[in-house]
């Protein structure tokens, strides 16, 4: 395969590998690079959720997929920790567990399509502290 970004870690050349670190904490990553962590997943990570419907991911390979940025490599220009993104769900290395989370994907950020954030937060329920407060 032709490198066509300078050297940077072509995260497309290895998409069909699942990314294992389970004696290893991932502390950064580098350059262009992005984990997120999937959002739109159920619990087990078998399936997408959309609009409250559970749809087998197997049976939907080219949708768009969620997700929440764990890790932001220095030279991601957009994104940055914390941001939920949207991005084609047949890019990125995939792996089960990576510190300690479930449903993680790495990225190149030029793959990201945009940064979005949730219509719908869940209301905290409020603590002794903040009643205090008051």
């Known amino acids: 395969m032709e ?17 294992e670190l389970d004696d290893w904490n991932l502390d950064k990553v580098l350059d262009d690079i992005i984990m997120v962590q999937y959002v739109d997943v159920s619990e087990d990570g078998k399936e997408i959720i959309r609009n409250g419907i559970h749809v087998p991911i197997n049976v939907v390979t080219y949708v768009w997929r969620v997700g929440k940025v764990i890790l932001a490599g220095t030279a991601c220009k957009t994104v940055k920790e914390g941001d939920y993104v ?15 989370l479930k449903n993680i994907c ?15 937060v869940e209301k905290t329920k409020p603590t002794i502290k903040s009643i205090v407060k008051k």
């Open 106 to 120: 790495f990225l190149n950020e030029p793959r990201v399509f945009g940064v979005c954030t949730p219509k719908f």
């Open 86 to 100: 949207v991005f084609p769900n047949d890019k990125g290395i995939k792996a089960a567990n990576i510190n300690g």
């Open 3 to 19: 490198d066509r970004i300078g050297g940077k870690v072509q995260i497309d050349s290895y998409s069909a590998y699942e990314l």
